[in-house]
Structure formats: structure tokens, C-alpha cells
């Protein structure tokens, strides 16, 4: 996959507003003097992605500046293109895009570009040639992957243990990414790894894979990593029905720090989070205007991630936001 190059980018933030839009064509909104944007989100798959749809929605409010004109594709990729095709036929300002996958993305946004509709990437990227689109804005996945991995080998890498993994959406750059840092951590040590599926990132994938490993692997498993905390909350429930108890005869690492997953982290069923921050909006909308108003932006933004223990857990959710 084709790795996004360049620093860090310093843009200006945007007042977020409680109330989100949905959309009219670009020529209505060039009548009210609002700029219009399309955005192809993924889906609803998961916590993390309902927080990340507020907050693209908050930023690009008519308050702010804009309407928006919102497309959910239910983790599609035909749906989401078929949308983006859409955004460009009628006339929108600008172009912002999660991608679902890293590739297949090469012919409709050489269209966009043909269209002089600027894009955006959001969260995810993709695999296309960097000429056709104007900037990304996002996490750094491997380094995610690599945080969670570096927890399993300081604390499970000197002796052997068993683990298996539940994957995020096969071919999307967070899925790749993620796992590509945590093998790297945790080569060279004790952890052997006994089976890896996709759970597509939803609570009910999770589940069902983890009711897999746990019919085939038994209490042989110690250690579950989760490429986000839906698909680790639904193995909550496989490892409870099997008899086992989370966090203690199953060690959990899971990525996102959304609400219910820090809730779990605080009752000690997960055991470490890495974070990955959803409330993205701001920086999004910032870099559309600057787009627009034909700055120089940076080709990234990477958005900073923390991570978080038991303690961390209980301390934080009274005044987490999302």
C-alpha cells in the first residue's frame, strides 16, 4: 500500500456546533453563500464511527459555513464510489471521503479531479496516487498497532502465550496498518499467534470469530488483540458464554477508547486501549476551507492517539466525549 508522506499540519480549528446537516445540491448552497461538501462515510459499523459521523457533521454545519451532503454506505465500497459519483454530478464545492478499503479508488477520483472537485481523504487512506487527492486527514494506524503490541510484549512476550486476533475490514489501511505495527512489536518474542479472521470491525463480527477460535482453540487461548472495541466487546460475550472470564483468563487489548469500550477497560473485562481519536471534523472542515481558498495544505494531519490502563479508565469516562 502506498504510504501518505509529510508532516504534521498546523491547521486552524473550527467552532463545533451540536447540530449537523444534511445536504442540498452546490447550487443552492453557492446561493446561500455556504459551501457545500459531499462526504462518503463508511458505514455505522461501530462506536468509534457514530462519533466520528457527529463530529464531521457538528463541523460542517451552516453555522460553520456549509452544508453537507452525507452518505453512509453500510461498509460498501460500490455504494460508497456510486456516492462520491453522485457528489460529482451535482456540482459540490468539495469531495471528503473515508475510504472503506485502500484500493479501487484510482478512477473516480481521477473524475473528481477532471470535475476541478477538490477531495479530502478522512481517517483512512488509500492506495491511489497522491495527485488526486488534495490532503488526508487521520491516525496513524501502524503506530496504533505497534502501541498495543508493545503492552503484549512487555507483559506476555517473556513467556510463551497463546493469541488470537480479530481484524478490521480486510483491505482497509486501518486494518492493514494495525496489524503491521503489532506484528512488529511482537516479533522475537514468546507470543505465538494461533489464528487471525476479520471481524469487519462490528460487535456481532467479533463475536461470531471469537465463538470460532473458542470452539477450535478452547482455553488454550490467553490473549486476544482487537482491531477496534466493538469487535472486542462482541468476543465479550463468546468468552462468557464459554465459561471464561475477560481480563483474566483471556488478556484483551483492543483499539478506539470509545465509551463502551473504556467501560469495559474500567470493570477489568479489557485490560489495555490504545487510543484512536474519532473527533476529526474540526481539522477536516479547517482543511476544506484552505483547499478552497487555494492555501497550501499539507498532503497529512495526523491526529495524535494515547493510551490507557484500568485506572486511566476510571479516571477519564466521567468527562470523556465520546
Not at 454506505?73 to 460500490?78: F, I, R, S, T
Not at 496516487?129 to 496513524?140: H, K, M, N, T
Request: aromatic fraction near 6%; hydrophobic fraction near 45%; charge should be negative.
Amino acid at each position: 500500500m502506498k504510504k501518505i508522506l509529510g508532516g504534521l499540519a498546523v491547521v486552524g480549528a473550527l467552532a463545533l456546533s451540536l447540530t449537523g446537516c444534511t445536504g442540498t445540491t452546490g447550487g443552492d448552497a453557492a446561493d446561500d453563500g455556504l459551501i457545500t461538501v459531499g462526504f462518503a462515510q463508511t458505514g455505522s459499523e461501530s462506536g468509534w464511527r457514530s462519533a466520528n459521523t457527529e463530529s464531521m457533521k457538528a463541523a460542517f454545519s451552516e453555522e460553520n459555513g456549509f452544508k453537507l451532503v452525507f452518505n453512509a454506505a453500510d461498509n460498501k465500497q460500490e455504494a460508497q464510489i456510486a456516492a462520491v459519483r453522485s457528489f460529482i454530478n451535482q456540482g459540490v464545492d468539495a469531495i471528503v471521503i473515508a475510504p472503506i478499503t485502500v484500493d479501487g479508488w484510482d478512477d473516480v477520483l481521477t473524475e473528481a479531479k477532471d470535475a476541478g472537485i477538490p477531495v479530502i481523504l478522512e481517517d483512512r487512506t488509500v492506495s491511489a496516487s497522491e495527485d488526486l487527492y488534495a490532503s488526508w486527514v487521520g491516525l496513524d494506524f501502524q503506530k496504533e498497532g505497534h502501541t498495543a503490541g508493545e503492552w503484549a510484549a512487555e507483559n506476555f512476550g517473556s513467556e510463551p502465550t497463546n493469541l488470537v486476533v480479530l481484524e478490521g475490514t480486510t483491505g482497509s489501511s486501518a486494518a492493514l496498518d494495525r496489524a503491521t505495527g503489532f506484528a512488529d512489536a511482537i516479533k522475537g518474542t514468546s507470543i505465538n499467534v494461533l489464528d487471525s479472521q476479520t471481524g469487519d470491525f462490528t460487535r456481532d463480527g467479533g463475536k461470531k470469530v471469537m465463538e470460532g477460535f473458542l470452539q477450535k482453540y478452547g482455553s488454550d487461548i490467553q490473549l486476544l488483540f482487537a482491531h477496534n472495541d466493538d469487535m472486542g466487546l462482541g468476543a465479550l460475550d463468546a468468552i462468557k458464554a464459554a465459561g471464561l472470564v475477560p481480563g483474566q483468563d483471556i488478556k484483551i487489548v483492543t483499539i478506539d477508547a470509545v465509551h463502551d469500550g473504556m467501560q469495559a477497560l474500567a470493570d477489568g473485562e479489557f485490560n489495555y486501549i490504545v487510543e484512536c481519536n474519532p473527533i476529526l471534523g474540526e481539522k477536516v472542515a479547517a482543511v476544506v476551507k484552505a483547499v478552497l481558498a487555494g492555501e497550501t495544505v499539507d498532503k497529512a494531519t495526523i491526529v495524535p492517539d494515547g493510551a490507557f490502563t484500568q485506572e486511566d479508565a476510571v479516571e477519564l469516562l466521567p468527562t470523556r466525549p465520546y
